[in-house]
């Protein structure tokens, strides 16, 4: 019987040995945290947004580093096999807006439950406490492994799946980098990604801090080009900005600035987008009409949310005490440019301990993407966030960790 190791216990190790056990291998599961599922139990706030039921096509439109490495593996293995795995592993599931996917529960807890329960069905032997310090090829074949405390373990094969740099609480802290170039593979630098954004004008960021906006259009660009658009929802911070549509922008932010660093880039936001200019200065003239002797302050509240009109004032160049009835027609213009265009310069991201995902990883150029086995070293395999692929917000960051992880786990155990 072909032994297994598995490093790491997240979303992709456990999907690792549990798909290696299931082709019949031994299995040990190695996770140096004291449970299992650190960081699934709390991603999307501790609901669990597992998949996204979008078509696989589509799918691959959601990656944002390396798309193609991960077509077999997402086609061998997609969000209906995930959903399938789970609910019959005892955890019902729903699917809500946007194809995103949770337990009907709403706690991340009854996923790893569910896991835990066909690990254990399964015959892993699951070791928890435990951290690999040391792990090099045998000449003759396989690998050992030794832990902290001085047991060692020998395996035919080992999946490594310790995650990334980002919550590093959560154990993926990176640290297992050192061991993976030892063995002589390349690490693309780790780079923070689905993260806040930094903005230059953070004095008025911190003045709309909490100040939460729906129904926005969000572009960026990198010098003069045009990176990024986006519609949804996003926050104002005391540093900048965040919200599920600011995450998704950050992402290419990072990716598409690499090498391009000493460019500005600048975020655009169109606060009214469902509106043209001549359809916003209509609506802005009924306003004004039905308060004539209003200070422009006070009718600001009918166009936008509270703490932004104290801002919106000095964006526009149009003084707040000022009566509506003298704002001249070059002034309204100069209020619709802002409420098409309030424009930020993005400085840079929070860090890793705010990051959702790392972007970066082993270089999949080193990864036979047919079964995920390293092609410098012989019987190793990866699997999940460790990897140099990233996505977009909305489960499909953890379907890539069960698909690489169960793609890891057949090919290991074959």
Known sequence: MKKIAVIGGGAAGMMAALAAAEQGA???????????????????????????????????????????FLYSSIYAFDHTEVMGLIEKLGCPL????????????????????????????????????????????????????????????????????????????????GSFDVQIRALGHGMTEARTALVPLVLREEAECKEMQ?????????????GKKEIYSGFGEMLFTHFGVSGPLILTASSVYQKRRTGRESEKTYLRINLKPALSDA????????????????????????????????????RCGIAAHRAVNTITKEERQRL???????E????????????????????????????MESKLVPGLYFAGEVIDVD??????????????GHLAGVSAAG
């Open 391 to 404: 996505a977009h917000t909305g489960g499909y960051n953890l379907q890539i960790a069960w698909s690489t």
């Open 210 to 222: 909490g100040l939460a906006l729906k129904n926005v259009e969000a572009r960026l660009y990198l």
């Open 279 to 314: 359809q916003l200065d209509e609506r802005i003239l009924r306003e004004f009409d039905a308060n004539k002797n209003k200070q422009f302050g006070n009718v600001l509240g009918s166009l936008l949310p509270g703490k932004m009109r104290e801002v919106f004032p000095g």
């Open 94 to 173: 729903k699917e809500e807006r946007g194809g995103r996917v949770f337990p009907v529960s709403d706690h991340s807890s009854d996923v790893i439950k569910a896991l835990e329960k066909g690990l254990k069905k399964a015959g892993v032997e699951i070791r928890l406490h435990t951290e690999v310090e040391e792990m090099r090829r045998l000449q003759e074949q396989g690998f050992m492994l030794k832990l902290r405390g001085g047991a060692k373990e020998t395996a035919d094969a080992v999946v490594i799946a310790v995650g990334g740099h980002s919550y590093a609480g959560t154990g993926s802290d």
């Open 344 to 371: 930020y310069e993005v400085t840079g991201t929070r860090g890793f301990s705010e990051a959702i995902v790392t972007q970066g990883g082993v270089q999949v150029k080193e990864i036979d993407p047919s079964t």
């Open 336 to 342: 619709i440019a802002s409420l098409h265009c309030l």
């Open 26 to 68: 031994e299995v040990l599961l190695l996770e140096k945290n004291e449970k299992l599922g650190k960081k699934l139990f709390i991603t999307g706030k501790g609901r669990c947004n597992l998949t996204n039921t979008c078509e696989d096509q589509e799918f691959f439109s959601h990656v944002v580093s390396n798309p193609k």
